[in-house]
């Protein structure tokens, strides 16, 4: 078994759990607030795709 893999696995079910039921959309890289009027559909959206990886 691949630990590497499961870990980063682990770490992307975090990231997902973060930013799309938490809100905490910190965590995106290149991330401008000025530019973004709902950050609730961001982080569903965002969370979204990480889950889906």
């Known amino acids: 078994m691949d630990y590497g893999l499961l870990i980063i696995g682990v770490a992307l079910l975090v990231v997902s759990y973060l930013v799309g ?4 959309t910190s965590l995106l890289a290149g991330f401008n607030e ?6 609730e559909l ?7 795709f990480f889950s889906s990886l």
């Open 21 to 24: 039921v938490k809100k905490q």
């Open 42 to 48: 961001l982080g569903k959206v965002a969370g979204g």
């Open 34 to 39: 000025k530019a973004i009027k709902n950050k």
